[in-house]
């Protein structure tokens, strides 16, 4: 008898969406599945900020324990959201096409504003990165802490008296909740690995490696490896104020990434472009330029601030 595959998933919209993906890939696959709702402590815990709650891996280390303790079969993260160093006995079984990589802005009453970086306003953002690069760009303006799922933080966006407030494209994209009222920050480097979605499974468990490999999408796995090794070679962290981007064109990988100090004030970044043959360790080439670079005592700052959390929505 076929063995039903038990998919992990948070109970946000956006998680299901996300796992009832997967289970539509499966089932084009002729195999059976079904969801198992499991809430993590980021999901629980709403009001403090990310980077606050002293514990890498807050959306993903509930669904690692079910995994672990065979509850479940596979689980389905925003990749983004998953540590660098993926828990002992887990392993990564796919990774998605990529959606939009890109940070957009919500706004209230109109975005003239952003044109003046000298101007004062207030924005609302949980996390520590996209708070580095506003700030950076805009030392004027106060930031506002913004916590829960995308549903509840479009809903506080109407509620507050800010000017806008800053999501991941994907996010409110993928379950049509983009408002118009909304754009593109291109200026915005991505959290590494934004916009994708990671399946992973037991180390041990064969059968649900194999199943997924079929929509295991090479180019954005290519890619989020160098994002997410870059990450790695700075801090670890993923609610940290490092950004990267690696994209895939003519046979080539383009990277960039960036270090921010919490306060905005400063920053160090780098470019790299690298033909495909040459992409071993870019990451980590990439995060020990940028450390000589003047990024280094970016990092120390933030190691002694414990700026090393894990989550961005």
Known sequence: ???????????????????????????????????????????????TPLYALGVTGVFTKTLDAALLNNRIDIAVHSMKDVPVQLAQGIRQAAVLKRASYKDIFVYKNGTHFLEDFNSHATIATGSVR?????????????????????????????????????????????IHLRPEKSIDLDWMLPAPAQGAIIVVCREDDNCAFDSCQSFNDNATALCTKVERDFLSGLLGGCSTPISALAEV????????????????????????????????????????????KGGDPIVQRIRNKGLTTNGEA
């Open 130 to 174: 996209r708070i580095a690069q506003w700030l950076n760009r805009y030392p004027n303006h106060k930031v506002e802490n913004l916590r829960g799922n995308v549903n509840t933080r479009l809903r506080k966006v109407e509620e507050n008296n800010w000017n806008g407030a800053v999501f991941a494209a994907a996010g409110l994209e993928r």
């Open 1 to 47: 008898m076929q063995k039903v595959l038990r998919i992990g998933t948070r109970d946000s919209q956006l998680a299901v969406w996300q796992a009832t993906l997967v289970q539509g890939l499966l089932k084009d696959l002729g195999l059976a599945s079904e969801l198992v709702y499991i809430k993590s402590e980021g999901d629980v815990d709403t009001v």
């Open 249 to 292: 064109r003519d046979e080539k990988v383009f990277f960039k990434g960036n270090i921010v100090s919490p306060d905005g004030k400063d920053k160090v970044e780098i470019e790299k472009e690298i033909v495909l043959a040459d992409l071993e360790d870019l990451g980590l080439r990439a995060a020990k330029e940028i450390l000589l």
